[in-house]
């Protein structure tokens, strides 16, 4: 069927990606190379190995790529206060760039030629493998299973199973009936009633947080410090990047905080809805945000806002391997040296509150925004020159008669 | 001192507009016509009339403008999902070009020379107030007392009413410390122990919405129509602009949705912290982005969103009536024919938690989305090609030996 | 092979299309419609007639779109001053959406359920076509015998001919080496000694203008007048949108304007040599900024040359029919009823040279520009004011240590 | 009049900054450092000293900047392609901020507390000198003597020259009746008849280039090459940043290449016309952007283009020392290290001709490019999934009977 010797999965150690590794070895007849990643998702990592050596598997990686994906993907990323359609914190895209990074590191290190992975057809995912996998090794194969084969139901899925010998496991309870990813950023829900944009999440799809309903009656109040466009520490810690996303997952995820749900327009074209939990990048972007609006000159913080849609857009298709997502960091990057201090945040049933923001890098200047006597720290005159100039323009178009109402 | 005959100012009956008028009149020796609007502040504007008469003006025009307000004015800002900073819902901004607007008409009406105004040298929203008049009148004279005369304390004022006869009204209780500005979409409060931004402000400022933790422990659901882009009905049932302002502020602010608090970047070049109640925009900003989730096209929704912030700056820094915001309204309305459909919402202690959204418009298609058999509505193999020919230049460039790591 | 019964092939009676025509009616067994424009490319297209009926071609269109495509595509697309990537003025590319719109216009009219054109896998052309069908028509079924068939040298193209008794044209003279495309915008030329960018092109291959060495010792002057944005008369005398380009292209040919030679970034992925011949439009842009530069607000020029690249990128990339670019073209239309005016220009050896721009629109002001006494029109006073609100953001960052050097 | 005791003045030598001279030493009654600066104007520089010690100045600065100039604000601004409004090539613009750099360097040398400088407040360069020396020393004085003084006329400035001894020189010839600049990257001229839009210049007006007319009937040849985006050589000669802009303007103005004639939007509110002669200027815009076409990446390319305008605007507009401009300079060098090659231009009467690039850091990929056969290296059948998905989202806009007619 092809020349490909050697392939890297992208191996959870569930069912669909146990699947697809035997299916490599069968179709293909090639060596799989099982790449397995902690990125935070709340599952054990470990079992895979058992599961990778069940089929076969010669070369297993298991990698915890908790901080790198903190510090490397998740941290940058909001520092540009990231948002995409006004409302996806990107947790599923940032992860996978990651992810075409170490398989292309391992493809290297096994001398293997192609790379595979689970995601389908119809999502992002597959983009965002693929692009960051030639983007990184650009002769490289890239396999994706379920463009190719026709095990395109349960039903065949199992079969294949029970076929081939790959042991299925039982899971506990009732089976999610949602499509779901999950790591240290956010988990995501997707399919089943979902499919209606006008259904309401059933309350117990949620898994990270409770409902705002549910959340104590008591506030809980803390205090982030930034240090470069950073989170460095809760409450006066130091902590490193993976702990504070998990941490603050924990404190925002109790109060109810993260929930969003929405219609989100995928690369690929159509219209997808989704649910997520986010609750340490919710309030990560708040915090950002308020210890920006003192740190932050004027002019460069609104550069940021209007390049911001597209560095989302840029992550979401599955671009962060890309000259034009290294550009744009390169300008955000430029302004974050000052953004240092301590953002005071009030978390209450859903709610992120900033109750205040303070910093030896503020630019607010007490003495001339205060209502009171400045003492002549600014000149209430000067303002009348500044408008005057800026309405030229307006003024003589309007003596020609250009009528703007 | 000047040739003025003839001044229209913007007066709300109170203590420093009062003042004004008088120092018009002595100072300039002209004629003041008083101008006071219903702009949905929630205090009554008819009392102003005979306050002004007291003053010995003549012509007095006091006018309702809530409808035009929300019609002209907030709706076709909230097409754009406008947000100034990423947080500030522009309720003052957006106000100001009306008034400048009516002053015009006003001054245009009654053969007026000059224009007026009480606000002070070192905000917005003198900017707001002339660069809207210099645009609509570019004749016109701009006289703003504040940057002028030396009254600049209290004490001061009150001496100058004394000396000149004002009547100072009593406010029962005690006097807000803040400054505050209030109009259908929200009310402000700056000053006093707000200007140290590391100071949470006190429960006791906040007048038009209770706290998240007072609000029921019920969630209120409503539903909003939106016909072209702008709210039309809640719960079915047609309302006027106004009147969905209006509602919306009860129910929201009951449910303890819309506060605000940040520092924000001024014009005129300072850092400022304001707080502010804006409950109706906070759930119409959430409804209209929903609304258009399921019936925008995916580039046009990406375009808007990489306008906002440009347009949202125009707004802030008073260039309502110029050229520029006028071709980015074009822009915005041009998307707004499809905007049609109903939004569900739960509103429960300070969360907007859209619920459901369906449209006659909506460009969700189940039938592609799904995560089931589509019956060849999609074909997942397009999806090999789609991301093989974009990644072609990164490809080329890996091959060059690119390093994008 | 299909279920296709009838198909509208865009048909230039050229040998390709002929032999295009032959396959569908083979490989497809349906009946084929053609289509042939005049889009001023300067061949006669009425010849194409008597081919498609010796094709044995019943319904058979030749239409002469010079006019709409001047007035509907090329102008509103001037308005911007459109160029993509600094150089290229898109000739090509603004043909295609006119092309596809008739292509599905006539499948409309004659019942057909798909359309077919002769545009290769590897450019861009095949994307607008193909694009703009869909937009138009979304069940439409779209064929691209490039991408389908064997036929892949000019060998097995004339071998095809000899087998199904396709009467090849013997062209006079040599056949041109290059691939050429040409519409009253412009001619290009693709391929041969091009695809080395190190080459310089024979001065042969230029078809449409002299080379500046060859054009006039004297200079050409006229005067073109704008109205809404668009060339309406040369020297006073008003003409149509199709005959100001094709006198432009004849009088600006002449004097060596119009010549590009750039390597371009195509939509698919790959960078591409292209040379173009496109005099009317150089004189247009430049005379377009010209009429522009005293009618048009300063914010909104500016504003418009910012949403230029995408607006290009839009056009070049195939979107012409998207709500984006109906977006964009809103905003620019916005901005070109006061682009009223005429422009003096002098064309010589390839210089296209503005003398001189006046308007009863014009903003310029001399008594405020002026050098001498301009009697109190401007306060030079202001600009201190002016300038100290504008440097107070930079001020109080650097009084904080921040280093801008 | 001030508590001014020491005052950096740019002072050129000429008439008008010896007048403001001895105005600051006789109204300030202050001490006068004076700076003059070689930047390529064409003019010596050194006789300002006698000038200045005639005066009675005991601090006196003559720099030679060219280098510096050249290296640290020429070439980073043509990194970007910078263009203002189509036609400037900011030749005036750059400058201003390396006289400020110096006016505050000398100012913090020689213990000064203010700057002055001959700029009139109409124009945009008392806006840059002030926003750079404001934003590079926030406590500095500035004294603009044009907003201050009643000298506003020839014969005013001639009574001050003999009132107080100072001597004024007789150039030889007609006065130039010109508002003129220059130094390395431009000459410029304003006013006089210059001053109605409509009149075409004289032709004994332009100083640095021949008219096409005049230039050689024969092309000159050259090939610039660049490294990591700047001109690093002529005809395969390395040569400093100055030598390299002296030299092409010298060619480049034999060739009659380099004259702009424009009406352009001064920042301080007013149209004005300007011309300017930039024939080095002209000649590395069109190179770099050839060089570029071939090495740089299609989307950092593209997005570079979409951030020019406001790059050029921020320079235009004096905010070279800004967060904002830092920013953008961030996102545009990270995209050069690979814009590395040769061009080869054919100059000829007024044109600048690309007939040539090639590097080492090519992305143009002949074999993919080919018209030929591509031995695999594209896959054409890839384009149908490309252009199928990329129509999804308009097809499904379609089908629910949007119209994009």
């Known amino acids: 069927m092809s020349d ?20 490599l070895q069968t179709e293909y007849n090639c060596e799989v190379v099982t790449f397995t990643a902690d990125l935070g998702q709340g599952e054990e990592v470990e079992p895979a190995r058992a599961k990778a ?27 540009a206060n990231t948002i995409y359609e006004g409302e996806y914190l990107l947790g599923t895209s940032i992860a996978r760039p990651l992810i075409s990074k170490r398989l292309i590191e391992i493809a290297n290190e096994t001398g293997a ?8 057809g119809k999502g992002n995912d597959q983009v965002r493998f693929e692009l960051g996998a030639y983007a990184l090794k650009p002769g490289v194969k890239v396999i994706a299973p379920w463009r190719e084969w026709d095990l395109n139901s349960r039903e065949k899925l199992m079969a294949y199973c029970d076929e081939h010998n790959i042991q299925v496991e039982k899971k506990k309870g009732k089976k999610s009936p949602y499509s779901m990813d999950a790591n240290l950023l956010h988990i995501s829900y997707e399919g089943d009633i979902l499919e209606d944009p006008w259904n309401e999440p059933e309350s117990d799809m949620w898994l990270w947080s409770v409902s705002p309903e549910e959340a104590p009656n008591d506030p809980t109040y803390l205090t982030i410090s930034f240090k470069n466009g950073d989170p ?51 309030v990560l972007l ?24 597209k560095y989302a857009e840029l992550i979401y298709n599955g671009y962060w391997w890309s000259p034009e997502r290294k550009m744009l ?35 607010f200047d007490e003495a001339i925004a205060t209502f009171e006597d400045d003492a002549g720290a600014y000149d209430q005159k000067d303002a009348e020159g500044f408008i005057k100039l800026n309405a030229l323009r307006l003024r003589t178009a309007a003596k020609k008669g250009r009528d703007l109402l």
């Open 232 to 282: 460095v520490a809760i409450d006066g810690v130091e902590k490193s990047p993976a702990t504070i996303m998990e941490e603050l997952n924990k404190t925002a995820g109790a109060n109810g905080i993260g929930r969003v749900d929405i219609v989100e327009n995928r690369y690929v074209g159509m219209k997808a809805r989704g649910c997520y939990e986010t609750p340490a990048g919710t």
């Open 329 to 363: 960091q390169a300008a955000i990057d430029e302004t974050q040296s000052v953004v240092n201090g301590d953002v005071k945040l009030k978390l209450y049933k859903g709610n992120v509150i900033v109750v205040g923001r303070k910093s030896d890098d503020s630019l």
């Open 286 to 309: 708040k915090a950002h945000r308020a210890i920006e609006s003192i740190t932050l000159d004027r002019e460069a913080a609104h550069l940021k806002d209007s390049l911001m849609p």
């Open 113 to 120: 030629d192609a790379i595979a992975h689970g995601a389908t």
């Open 53 to 79: 050596e069940a089929l076969g598997i010669k070369e297993i990686y298991i990698d915890d790529l908790r901080e790198e994906f903190a510090r490397d993907f998740v941290f940058p990323m909001f520092r």
């Open 4 to 23: 490909i010797k050697k392939v890297v999965l992208a191996y959870s150690g569930g069912l669909d990606t146990s699947v697809i590794a035997k299916w």
